[in-house]
């Protein structure tokens, strides 16, 4: 018999490859972080003695879901500015707040409320844009949780950096910090085409592709970016980008929600990938992202929350659902992008994204125990013909009863096992009344 650190039992083991697999009555044997294999739970009783036994049953177990793109300590500002369009949400709200905050405090307090939130919706690992990416990198090293952490690039000067060789610079010193890290990795992250200029963004790709690091950017968000593009720079920013040569298979492009065939043309033939917020672009009405087209024009999607300020939850099963109904709708087919490809863009597809497909985003051997456990056993939820059906149109992230990462539990029936719940509260609600002195 075999000595092993855990073993998992479920109704259902959902490894999301080979896709579209539901295993019944199967167990996840894990030594040292990583999966040793997956077998029915049977056989599991007879090969393998696990210092830990665990049994789920009426659960599925899932891959830890992927956020491909959020600014975790915004979640500080989650309602202070609904229901206005893009530029002037930011020019009249949010920016105007981070600049009277933002501080490496206010960051770790958000995204300690951000990590919190997201484990106990099952998401293992998350891509981040925000100022001091150090602080947020250390909060989720903190809580046990993997995270990608943006390398911010701007032409102004903000709390972090004065100028774009300064953001560069310290970008490229967080990397450095962390370039070991067995949880933490890093991407470089110029906010967008409209604030960033050529150089940098040209010293981007040149950097992204000496250290193999993906490019995190917003990319045809709005209308109104792509007529300012077009005033400013006499093309559409995803021409200009590729003229830059920052599309490569490094990229990956936030929202894209306003693209012609010609568009997808382009990004399909750079090999990029795409982070899908279907909830922030409808609430910001920015656009509807032809996720069905570019994804028949083999575009990898990945699936995002945005920022609480913008969306306003970190909740990737209601995403995953709002990502499958909206691809229907905007293809004007039922049969668009389906449950089992849902759950792929929530997990595997945001693995290959941010260059983590060897390490997580589907249960196979060798892989890190990044794993959730789903009760399907509730009145919400029956009956269950398909347990990935279930997963994607009727469970909420409520039903989200455990979460490891790496093999260590950080969320046990439902109780986050590293955070303080009641600090990280009492933290949020200081800041809600220093927010509002100056709202």
């Not at 500002?77 to 105007?96: S, T, V, Y």
Request: aromatic residues 6%; contains cysteine; hydrophobic residues 45%.
């Amino acid at each position: 018999m075999n000595h092993i650190d855990l073993l998992i039992h479920a109704s259902w083991v959902i490894p999301v490859e080979p896709t579209n697999t539901v295993l019944d009555d199967h167990a996840i044997a894990i030594q040292d972080g990583k999966i040793v294999e997956i077998l029915p739970s049977a056989r599991a009783a007879n090969l393998y003695q696990a210092d830990l036994v665990i049994h789920k049953k009426g659960h599925a177990l899932i891959p830890g879901l992927i956020n491909s793109h959020t600014h975790t300590a915004m979640s500080l500002m989650r309602g202070l500015a609904d229901d206005l369009p893009l530029m002037k949400w930011l020019n009249e709200h949010i920016w105007p707040a981070e600049a009277a905050h933002v501080s490496t405090e206010f960051v770790r307090d958000g995204s300690d409320l951000a990590i919190a939130e997201m484990l106990r919706g099952g998401i293992t690992c998350f891509n981040d844009m925000y100022f001091y990416p150090d602080e947020t990198a250390r909060r989720a090293e903190a809580a046990g949780m993997r995270a990608v952490v943006g390398l911010i690039v701007l032409d102004f000067p903000t709390i972090w950096a004065k100028d774009s060789d300064e953001y560069i610079h310290r970008g490229l010193e967080v990397h450095d910090q962390f370039r070991n890290d067995g949880l933490i990795t890093t991407a470089f992250a110029p906010h967008s085409p409209y604030t960033v200029s050529n150089e940098p963004l040209e010293r981007v790709a040149m950097y992204a592709e000496e250290l193999d690091l993906p490019i995190h950017i917003h990319l045809h968000e709005t209308e109104d970016e792509i007529q300012q593009g077009l005033s400013q720079h006499g093309n559409r920013p995803i021409e200009r980008l590729l003229e830059l040569g920052v599309l490569s298979e490094h990229t990956v492009a936030v929202h894209m929600a306003n693209l012609t065939d010609r568009d997808i043309e382009i990004y399909a033939a750079s090999g990029g990938s795409v982070a899908h917020c279907p909830e922030s672009n409808l609430k910001l009405a920015s656009g509807f992202s032809p996720v069905e087209k570019m994804s028949q024009a083999g575009i990898n999607i990945a699936i995002g929350t945005d920022g609480a300020a913008s969306n306003n939850d970190l909740d990737m099963l209601g995403e995953m659902r709002s990502a499958a109904l909206l691809a229907k709708g905007v293809a004007a087919d039922a049969s668009a992008i389906n449950a089992a490809k849902a759950l792929e863009m929530a997990t595997i597809n945001g693995a290959r994204a941010l260059g983590l497909a060897e390490t997580c985003g589907s249960l196979v051997k060798g892989k890190a125990a990044d794993i959730v456990a789903i009760n399907l056993d509730t009145l919400e939820t029956q009956p269950i013909y398909n347990p990935i059906s279930q997963i994607v149109y009727a469970a909420s992230r409520h039903l989200v009863s455990d979460v490891w990462v790496a093999g260590e539990h950080l969320l046990k029936d439902r109780v986050l096992t590293r955070m303080d719940d009641q600090q990280i509260l009492s933290a949020a609600k200081n800041w809600q009344q220093q927010l509002m002195k100056n709202s």
